[in-house]
């Protein structure tokens, strides 16, 4: 039976059961109105008169209608005796919809379920899969331990199942069977063991869980799944993969030694108090030897990379902690972009991300800093959202969003203490703060400014003086607490104005907060001590006002430095450095951000999340010091190196051609050979050409060189990436140089070449893929693709420098769409400079470059003057590696220099290029599904007309016309400027005044990014 009938027949049958449920409301009371699938008696009694029918077709309506009530939420239970009675129906429809039933209530119904249990385990040997993984579902929902036998059985059986997927329910099974029963570990870990050699993607990710579940620790039974494991998780199912990522990010911390040794070796180079000078020599020593990356380590790095591509957050997010946990810090990087494009995604996915990039950027501050616009909020974002984005300060404290506000100024007080340059700048700006008019901005201000006067008090006399004034107005008690801790602390330096704060204090004491009154008595001691001709008696009311409070940490307080600072006979040995306890010289406050200790948790974890230890959290482990012994890895293939031995021809051809057979232990095999990659030497590039003896000198001097392949014959290594059988070897040839030529453009690149025995990593496509992309050409510089004349130049400029900030000299930038001429890969730009002052100005020319990583610049050269009034056109050429980010640099004079941005516009990323329409669709067929994105356009239908569109596009971007045969459609082809990828942009008209734009590209964010432009302009009138 197909999946899809498994769909509970919705297209056929769905009409009947909304008929069925009308005519059941009409009727029935009023009480049907409550809506369809409404719970009443009348109701479940005529569902309960179906299923006891004698027709198949009433049964089957009654059960779909049932199923309808459970997907609404709606409450089924009652119906259990009437469902359960027709599980063992002939009718493989009814019998599918029961055991969803029985899925869902099997748990509340205990009694009545186990009354069906012999039904179940006949299930268990039914033919169709569904009905045998639906019965282990049921059974395993069954929480009674008097079937645990049963149960034990049945998933025992299910695990060696020629189905895959019910191995996968039985691995399913397995977790709820361990909850119930604990005692029942050890079996399971063998029935774990066995499903994990389980070579189907359906198995993978399901036995994983399981394995996380029952037996984490068992390491051991992870070392020969490894590579299968890597090598599959591409093809797994999205949650499968990151139970895969997750499980896998411990086991490399387990077994493999710290990529980052180099770097901390670079950064701490304190000696320990303990450690001798030989101790340290060797420990430098260590350090000194080169690191090499083991195989596998890089293996799992690099098959993940594919997966940050991936539709699912959850997925991303694992690939990138997994990058972070165990990458070198060199290359982590990497994740920061595909992290970003999460943050397009719901709140709750962005609320999640934000706090991981948080934490990732308090280690590494520079690693999001090309994407500082994507942290930019919104009015649109809640406030959990606008807390974690705080980053145009000034701007953001205007928000209507109170606790927004206060955590954007709390988070300028962190920059200003852990950016010095800009301290002074973020104290003005929070000085300003406190003329707002909203309460609570002005009380958070106070608060921040007060620690960050504490790091530099005696420069700023004249804020603490403003602030003094404020304490007439505020009235929260945090900020009034904090203004009179700061003229306690200063009180010296403004001997005019404090005693006149503790005289107006003195006056409301009893009415303010007990926190304000604390500082108050603080106030008065410490002028007291300083100032006491003045403020004797005023404290001494203060004394006797606390001495009556009714908060006892008041009177405590009170009596405290009563005792302290007005010597009597009483008085302990502490009077006499009274002045040194109060006026004692305080550290100043660290302000940290509130996610600076969540690095101890795994990065996209519960427990990251809440910043505590969660139920079920595994933490990851140290680094080990020496790598465990990576043969443990390997996998013995004597069998099935003998399918492999040479045979006869007809052995050989159906080898090639068969999927789930030979091709499977072609994986196992390519298991073993992934082992000789760290041991046997053996270039694996040649051996793909060595499957005829002595056909080269080089094939021949290969196959003595490897070991095991000379035992066995015509052994396939891990790294060929398909079999060619020995008959069509000479035929197949000459054709399979540039095969292999574009396959490996899927490939992933390496980051850092390892220097180990092996010369190619594991291969990230299968056997059936590959045969797919047979005669695929994956290259888009065809004869037939040229660049041509752009079909229109757009004049807008736009302005680099206005003459006021640039104290007269103007400069004005446009795109001229043509060829640079410094550079294959550059973006021609056009500056034209104005002098507006009626001095000549001198040296003109480009100073400091503050570029993105890739970034590059062909500047022009220094003009020596420019005359009053006068004007100048230069060129220049930037490589905006196909992105939009901005290129900032400095324009400068003899006697300034001005900071500057060309940000180019996504259109201007863009050559035209000519094709025919045949090739446009052929190259259109190569780039669909992740790689196409689209966008419905209404407008007025004298906007669509062929003219109007092409002005309308070309004036967007720089795109060539496409020659096309019909009326309705109009095409545009282009490529990037920097790699050459081709954008391919298509309007087709459809009904009424509607249109459908689609933009085909592996630059996937440039194609969204020209969507989003060209939407609006199409549209438009």
């Known amino acids: 039976m197909s999946s899809n009938s498994f769909a509970y027949n919705e297209q056929s049958g769905g009409g009947e059961a909304t008929e069925l449920g009308q005519e059941a409301t009409s009727t029935i009371s009023p009480s049907g109105a409550f809506g369809l699938f409404s719970s009443d008696l009348k109701k479940n009694e005529d569902l309960k008169q179906m299923l006891e029918s004698n027709k198949d077709s009433a049964k089957l309506d009654a059960m779909k209608r049932i199923v309808g009530m459970i997907a609404k939420g709606k409450n089924a239970s009652e119906l259990f005796p009437a469902v359960v009675k027709n599980v063992a129906s002939k009718n493989i429809e009814i019998k599918k919809l029961v055991y969803v039933y029985l899925v869902r209530y099997a748990e509340e119904q205990q009694d009545l379920a186990l009354l069906s249990i012999s039904t179940f385990q006949r299930a268990l040997k039914d033919p169709n899969q569904l009905i045998r993984a639906s019965a282990l579902r049921v059974l395993s929902s069954i929480r009674v331990p008097i079937i645990v036998p049963i149960m034990m059985l049945a998933i025992k059986e299910a695990s060696a199942d020629l189905s895959p997927y019910v191995r996968k329910n039985a691995a399913h099974a397995i977790q709820k069977l361990y909850s ?28 994983v869980m399981a394995f996380e579940e029952v037996c ?37 911390r387990t077994q493999f030694v710290s990529p980052w040794k180099e770097d901390d070796g670079l950064e701490d180079n304190e000696k320990n108090f303990y450690e001798s000078d030989d101790e340290q020599k060797e420990k430098t020593d260590k350090r000194k030897k080169t690191y090499a ?52 995604s719901n709140r709750e996915v962005q609320y999640i991300v934000l706090q991981n990039i948080a934490t990732m950027s308090i280690q590494r501050k520079g690693m999001f800093e090309p994407y500082l616009k994507s942290f930019y909020v919104r009015s649109t974002d809640p406030t959990m959202i606008k807390t974690l984005k705080c980053y145009n300060f000034l701007t953001y404290v205007k928000s209507q969003d109170k606790q927004f506000a206060a955590a954007t100024i709390q988070t300028i007080g962190r920059c200003a203490t852990n950016i010095s340059e800009v301290t002074d700048t973020c104290l003005n700006g929070l000085v300003c703060l406190l003329s707002n008019r909203d309460e609570i901005v002005v009380a958070e201000s106070v608060v921040v400014i007060k620690k960050l006067l504490q790091m530099q008090p005696a420069q700023h006399g004249e804020i603490i003086k403003h602030m003094a004034k404020l304490l007439d107005s505020i009235t929260v008690p945090v900020a009034r607490a904090s203004i009179l801790w700061l ?40 002028l007291y001590l300083t100032n006491s001709k003045q403020t004797k008696l005023l404290t001494q009311y203060i004394l006797n006002l606390g001495k009556y409070d009714q908060n006892y940490d008041i009177r405590d307080r009170t009596r405290f430095i009563r005792q302290l600072i007005v010597p009597n006979e009483k008085s302990g ?53 020496v790598a465990p012994d990576p043969s443990v890895r390997n996998v013995e293939v004597i069998e099935l190196a003998k399918e492999w031995t040479p045979a006869g021809k007809a052995k050989k051809e159906n080898s090639a051609k068969k999927f789930y057979s030979e091709s499977e232990e072609e994986e196992d095999s390519s298991d073993s050979s992934s082992d000789s990659e760290s041991g046997s030497g053996s270039e694996s590039g040649e051996q793909g050409e060595s499957g005829e003896e002595g056909d080269s000198s080089e094939d021949s001097s290969e196959d003595s060189s490897s070991g095991q392949e000379s035992e066995s014959g015509k052994f396939p290594s891990k790294n060929i990436l398909w079999y060619i059988p020995q008959e069509k070897e000479k035929k197949t040839k000459q054709d399979r140089n540039p095969l292999t030529k574009d396959v490996s453009l899927l490939d992933l690149d390496d980051f850092n070449p390892v220097s180990t025995p092996v010369a190619l990593p594991t291969p990230a496509l299968s056997p059936s893929l590959i045969a797919d992309l047979e005669g695929l050409n994956l290259s888009t510089s065809s004869s037939v693709i040229s660049v041509s004349t752009p079909v229109f130049v757009p004049m807008k400029t736009h302005v680099l420098l206005h003459r006021m900030s640039g104290k007269g000299l103007a400069a004005n930038y446009y795109f001229p769409r043509q060829p640079c001429i410094f550079g294959d890969k550059m973006v021609s730009v056009q500056i034209t400079l104005n002098n507006t002052t009626d001095q000549k100005i ?5 100073g400091e470059k503050k570029l993105p990583i890739g970034m590059q610049m062909h500047v022009f050269n220094p003009i020596d003057s420019l005359e009053p009034e006068g004007s100048i056109t230069v060129s220049m050429g930037i490589d905006f590696c196909d992105s939009t980010q901005t290129a900032s640099f400095q324009l400068c004079t003899k006697d300034d220099c001005f900071n500057v941005n060309i940000q180019p516009p996504v259109g201007e990323l863009l050559l035209p290029v000519a094709m025919s329409e045949k090739d446009f669709k052929k190259e259109q ?28 596009v070309v004036n967007v971007a720089n795109v060539g016309a496409v020659p096309s045969g019909q009326d309705n459609i109009q095409r545009f082809a282009a490529k990037t400027v920097h790699s050459g990828s081709l954008m391919l942009v298509t309007v087709e008209l459809k009904e009424g005044s509607t249109a459908q734009l689609i933009i085909n590209t592996e630059k996937t964010v440039i194609g969204s990014v020209l969507l989003r432009e060209l939407k609006p302009v199409l549209s438009q009138g």
Not at 180 to 207: R, W, Y
Not at 312 to 326: F, R
Not at 487 to 509: Q, T, W, Y
């Open 925 to 952: 067929g190569k780039l669909t599904g992740m790689n196409e994105t689209s966008a419905v356009i209404i407008a007025a239908p004298q906007n669509f007309t062929p003219s109007t569109i092409l002005q309308k």
């Open 216 to 252: 984490p620790d068992r390491i051991d039974l992870i070392h020969k799944n490894y590579r299968k494991l890597c090598n599959l998780l591409v093809d797994v199912e999205e949650w499968g993969q990151v139970v895969i990522i997750h499980m896998l990010t411990r086991y490399a």
């Open 293 to 344: 990356m083991d195989p596998d380590h890089r293996l799992l790095i690099r098959n993940t990379k594919p997966l940050l591509q991936s539709r699912n957050a959850a997925v991303v997010m694992a690939v990138a902690q997994l990058y972070w946990h165990i990458a070198p810090k060199s290359e982590t990087g990497i994740i920061s972009k595909s992290v970003v494009r999460l943050l397009r």
């Open 842 to 846: 001198e040296n003109i020319h480009i």
């Open 487 to 526: 003229i306690g602390e200063n009180c010296e330096r403004v001997p005019k104005i404090a005693p006149d704060v503790l005289r107006k204090m003195a006056k409301s004491f009893t009415s303010e907060d007990d926190l304000v009154k604390l500082q108050i008595l603080n106030l008065g001691a410490k």
């Open 573 to 625: 040995a502490l009077s006499k450095y009274a002045k040194k306890i109060f006026l004692a010289q305080k550290p100043a406050p660290l302000l940290e951000s509130p996610f600076k200790d969540r690095d101890h948790f795994q990065l996209g974890t519960l427990s990251h999340t809440l910043n505590a230890k969660a139920t079920g959290y595994l933490e990851l482990s140290n680094w080990p010091e």
């Open 180 to 207: 119930l029963d604990p005692e029942q570990k050890e079996m399971l870990i063998e029935v774990i063991e066995k499903l994990l050699k389980d070579k189907s993607t359906l198995v993978a990710g399901s036995v």
